[in-house]
């Protein structure tokens, strides 16, 4: 049994470290992401001796393993089918920066590398946090640690690379919008319309409304999770648990069991990313100088592979549904960092480029909703099947 004195110590570290990356990002406004300082962190700690089974020490690695497929449920909820109506254009261009994205990796990176290294390049640099470790676990069923550390890299690489290329066409677009006095009429409502579910069970949505504490609608969360694991399991693992733990969280939220945005309700969300982020952080307690500089070039290749794949899909399929060039390869991108990259960056550029307040409120309806949409797409929902289907192959 491990000391508690010793727990609570290793877990000062790894939440002070995660704290100040926070800080970092928000300072930064979003330039050096959680993922990126914490990377750095990190590495910079175990090299000088930070213990290595410090996220076992804090008891934090096992339940990171058990709260992703709680995270996932988790985004489930959070789809809003009304507003992803609404931004159709948005969706078809963010779903063909994904493919841009997995047509040049798999036809390029294969030149250099081998097809396992390319292929698992595709989810950090196309999803996110839960994409990245969907792939983790099947290169770990495999012994493939050096596969893991590499994504690891790369994820925490791609935001530091989406930031900046989104802002600058975000700024060129806000420039367009001011000039041309444009006000797209595609925002995002926040009318209780948008939340209204599809599907109405009366006997539900009573219970749902009347038992909100946060300890009912985690433990909802959590049989929805099991359900999803238990169907997957049955099925000798045919239909993937991810995809599984993804399409019951929207349906259980959509019948009324499940709350919008679960985990943010049930104020666990904190906790759940700091938990599954060690599961990430875990395959740095080996990692060494010489393991990441023999890593750059790979990163650097696979990264302009993945952005120029994505800038001239999403170009094209603009071009064809009348976005801007501007926005569209804007709304590529982001699937590099998604939120709260895609909140952040709108509001910064509307604040700098904006000279009085309502050439901001101009800038923000004109950027603000496609930005939003796609990069919770792209890291909800594209990043999450793509990597599903792509385990099969690593």
Known sequence: MIDIFIGIKALVIIVSIFAISDIISIKSKGAFSIMFTSTILFVIAFINGLPTD?????ELYKIGNILVSILIVHLGTTLNINSLKKQWKVIVIAISAEIGIIIFILSCGVLFYDFKTALSSISPIGGGVVATLIVHKTAELNNLNDLIIFTTLLLSASSFVGYPIASFFLRKEAKNILKNSINTDENISNSSNDFETIFKFSFLKRFSEKYT?????????????????LISR???????????????????????????DSLNKANSYGFTMIAVFTVIFQRFSTISVEIILQ???????????????MIVTSLIVGKKLKYSKY????IGVSCMFGFPGTYIIPHEVAK?????????????????????ISGFVNVTIASVIISSIIINFI
């Not at 909802?220 to 999770?225: N, S």
């Open 54 to 58: 410090i996220f076992i020490t804090a």
């Open 213 to 229: 504490s946060p300890l009912i609608i985690f433990a909802k969360l959590v049989v929805v999770a099991f359900i999803s694991l």
């Open 234 to 260: 049955f099925t000798n693992d045919y239909i993937n648990e991810f995809i599984l733990c993804l399409v019951l969280g929207f349906l259980f939220k959509e019948v009324g069991f499940l709350d919008f």
């Open 295 to 309: 890593l750059l070039i790979p990163i650097f290749y696979f990264l302009f592979l993945g952005v120029i794949g």
């Open 327 to 330: 926005m569209s390869i804007s």
């Open 352 to 372: 700098s480029v904006g000279k009085t307040k309502s050439e901001q409120e101009l800038i923000l309806k004109g950027i603000y909703p496609q930005m939003l």
